[in-house]
């Protein structure tokens, strides 16, 4: 087991199963890699069969936190209903929360809300998070006018932020994280409209190093406040 270093002496992906080539002749002890140091990517003579990478485009192990309560999470036709409660990502009390581990330093992950049917005090959609005092989100707000905010917001332990877009009455918005492996990438549709950046920043906040944690970041779909949220699909992709 072991982990892969990301912007210098920094991972946020968690621990990692690696292959390395050994030599154990008769009689003596094992040999790993010549006894030269293991790198994230080893050339060996008979190389096991590379299967094509594929797009991953459905949770397969779906992930909650601590232990779940149950009625807040229903399938609404191809996607997820997610009532949201008092337990917030940061207060760490059974928030409402539905994801998946990022397994790779090049992902996106998108989904869709309607506005129109979402609940007013309730903020949803998607999170990158580390743990409870180190998470990034991009999310939906409807306010009692009936206009909506997306909102980026990071707790990076004491230090917390906001950035905002007033997007009106836009009916369905879709919201995305993605990565290259360096920077996290916050971004928002509004209608069929193309993609608007709402901010990025860099993984290494998320990092073991930084906030803590160890089993890595995780992606998913969220409710924090009253009522409830629709969500159309969610939709995660290596590359």
């Known amino acids: 087991m072991a982990y892969r270093n990301f912007g210098g002496a920094y991972h946020h992906l968690g621990r990692e199963t690696f292959l390395a080539p050994v030599e154990w002749k008769k009689g003596e002890w094992p040999v790993v890699n010549g006894g030269q140091p293991i790198d994230t990517l080893m050339h060996v003579a008979t190389p096991a069969p590379q299967l094509p990478r594929q797009a991953v485009t459905h949770a397969a192990d779906w992930l909650y936190m601590q232990n779940p309560i149950r009625a807040n999470y229903q399938r609404h036709g191809d996607g997820f209903r997610l009532q949201a409660s008092e337990g917030t ?119 073991t190093e930084v906030v803590g944690g160890f089993t890595g970041a995780i992606v998913g779909m969220y409710a924090e406040g009253e009522g409830a949220a629709d969500f159309s699909y969610f939709n995660y992709v290596e590359e």
């Not at 869709?112 to 979402?118: K, N, R």
């Open 89 to 207: 990502l940061t207060n760490n009390q059974q928030p409402t929360f539905l994801g998946r581990r990022q397994e790779s330093s090049v992902f996106s992950v998108e989904t869709e809300i309607d506005t129109d049917s979402l609940d007013f005090g309730c903020k949803a959609g998607l999170t990158v998070y580390q743990i409870n005092d180190g998470h990034m989100e991009v999310s939906v707000v409807k306010y009692m006018t009936g206009t909506v905010a997306i909102v980026m917001n990071y707790t990076v332990k004491s230090l917390l932020g906001e950035e905002m877009a007033d997007s009106g009455h836009p009916g369905k918005v879709r919201l995305r994280i993605s990565s290259d492996g360096n920077k996290y990438r916050f971004e928002y549709a509004c209608r069929d409209e193309s993609w608007q950046l709402l901010c990025e920043h860099d993984c290494t906040l998320l990092s």
